[in-house]
């Protein structure tokens, strides 16, 4: 059986075994995590979501995406040029098990991206300067 599932912007036709590179989640190599976002699982498709489906995966390892290099001519007669490279970060993971139903009931942790809201609410709070009356004494 085949699911659709929506993850980073983008979304997946993926079934049992296969291997997946997706944008960076908050998961270690070895973790199990679940894509509760399913468009559309076998022959079921879902408006816009299907209720109760998931899709579960291993985390294989934390990878960065081939360099991506791109150049910057400004101007003419001023020999500005600039090359500037960007490797992705991405998550390699092996899907093994699509479910129809009970994805709630599994007790695996879901699948988060790596910038989040909710890692920022969990990041400890700056420390604030003193005040110039206590630095001074």
């Known amino acids: 059986m085949f699911a659709v599932l929506k993850t980073g912007g983008k979304q997946y036709k993926v079934q049992a075994g296969d291997v997946l590179r997706v944008e960076k989640l908050n998961a270690a190599a070895g973790e199990t995590v679940q894509f509760n976002d399913v468009l559309m699982v ?4 879902g408006a816009p979501l299907v209720a109760g489906a998931c899709v579960q995966a291993e985390v294989i390892d934390q990878i ?4 991506v290099i791109t150049y910057v001519k400004r101007r003419r007669k001023h020999s500005s040029q600039r090359t500037r490279g ?22 695996v942790k879901a699948a988060t991206g790596a910038r989040t809201k909710v890692e920022a ?17």
């Open 121 to 137: 609410t969990e990041a400890p709070a700056k420390a604030t300067k003193p005040a110039k009356d206590a630095a001074e004494a």
């Open 86 to 107: 960007h490797r992705q970060q991405l998550t390699l993971l092996r899907v093994t098990d699509v479910l129809e139903t009970g994805a709630d009931k599994t007790g």
């Open 42 to 45: 076998g022959g079921t498709l």
């Open 64 to 67: 960065k995406a081939d360099k």
